[in-house]
C-alpha cells in the first residue's frame, strides 16, 4: 500500500467518524481533531514568534569601580639633633644659650682678681689633672673662657656634657677644649670649684707638658659668645708640668737587717 492511499484512507476514517450519526462519536472525534490542531499550532506558534522577533542590540553596561581609596597619611617627624660639642666653634654663635640677648661686655674692663696656681706637676702617665680651688673677684657678672692646648676642660658632673642655660647661669662647651661660663661671679666660681674642681683631661696620651688658659670679661648680663673673650683684661696660663717620672725610673732597693 502506498503513502498516497494510506493518505486518502486517513483521511475517509477521519471524515465518516466527524459525520457519524452518533451523537458520542461525533463528539470525541471533534474534540480529538481540536487537539490535534491545538497541538500543532502551540509547537509552531513560538517557533515563528522567535524568528519574527527583532534583535535587541545589547548596551554594554559600564562598569564603575566604587572601591575607597584608603590614603596613608604619614607625619613626618622632625629630629633635633644634639649640639656637636667637639668643635672648637661652640660658642662662636651662641644667642640661643644665652639668657640675655642684650649681654655684652662691660665698656671699661675692670681688672679681676684670680687666685689658682700658674704650674700644676702631674704623673707623666697620668692623662687627667684637678684644677686646685680658685677664687675669683672683680664684677658683678662675668663670662669666663677656657681654652686648653692639647686638653679638654670638664666641670660640673664628670664624663657628663653640662651644658645648660638655666637659672641665670650659661655653660658653653663642656668636655671639648674650649668651655665658657657666664654668670653672677659668685655662682660661676662655685661652679668651677664643684664636683673636686675643673678636670682638665687628654683622649691623645698624657697631660703632662700641656696648658690651659683663662680668660676673665666682666659682662653687665648673663651671656656667652666666643667673641666676647677679646675684651678679656685678665688672663692666666696654667702649665702642667710633668714631675720628672720617667717609665724607666727605678727606686733604689732596701737592705734589710
Not at 161 to 167: Q, V
Not at 219 to 235: D, F, I, L, Q
Amino acid at each position: 500500500m502506498s503513502l498516497t492511499d494510506l493518505g486518502y484512507r486517513l483521511r475517509d476514517k477521519v471524515a465518516s467518524l466527524l459525520n457519524d450519526e452518533r451523537r458520542f462519536i461525533k463528539l470525541i472525534s471533534r474534540l480529538g481533531f481540536l487537539g490535534l490542531v491545538s497541538a500543532i499550532i502551540l509547537s509552531v506558534a513560538p517557533t515563528s514568534a522567535d524568528e519574527n522577533t527583532p534583535e535587541v542590540e545589547q548596551t554594554p553596561v559600564e562598569i564603575i569601580d566604587t572601591t575607597t581609596a584608603i590614603v596613608e597619611t604619614i607625619t613626618e617627624t622632625v629630629v633635633v639633633m644634639p649640639m656637636d660639642t667637639q668643635t672648637t666653634n661652640i660658642a662662636e654663635t651662641l644667642t640661643s644659650f644665652s639668657v640675655q640677648e642684650t649681654a655684652t661686655p662691660i665698656a671699661i674692663q675692670p681688672k679681676f682678681s684670680i687666685k689658682i696656681p700658674s704650674s700644676l706637676t702631674v704623673d707623666p702617665r697620668a692623662n687627667s689633672k684637678f684644677v686646685p680651688a680658685l677664687a675669683i673677684s672683680g664684677s658683678e657678672y662675668v663670662l669666663v673662657c677656657i681654652s686648653g692646648n692639647g686638653l679638654n676642660i670638664d666641670v660640673l658632673a664628670k664624663r657628663v656634657n653640662s651644658d645648660s642655660a638655666d637659672d641665670g647661669v650659661v655653660v658653653v662647651g663642656d668636655m671639648t677644649n674650649s668651655l665658657f661660663i657666664s654668670g653672677a661671679t659668685d655662682v660661676v666660681g662655685s661652679i668651677l670649684n664643684s664636683s673636686n674642681g675643673l678636670m682638665l683631661y687628654s683622649n691623645t696620651g698624657g697631660v703632662a707638658n700641656r696648658s690651659v688658659r683663662i680668660d676673665l670679661v666682666a659682662m653687665n648680663k648673663p651671656g656667652v659668645k666666643r667673641s666676647y673673650c677679646e675684651a678679656a683684661r685678665t688672663s692666666v696660663t696654667v702649665n702642667l708640668l710633668s714631675m720628672g717620672l720617667e717609665m724607666g725610673t727605678v727606686k733604689n732597693g732596701i737592705t734589710l737587717k
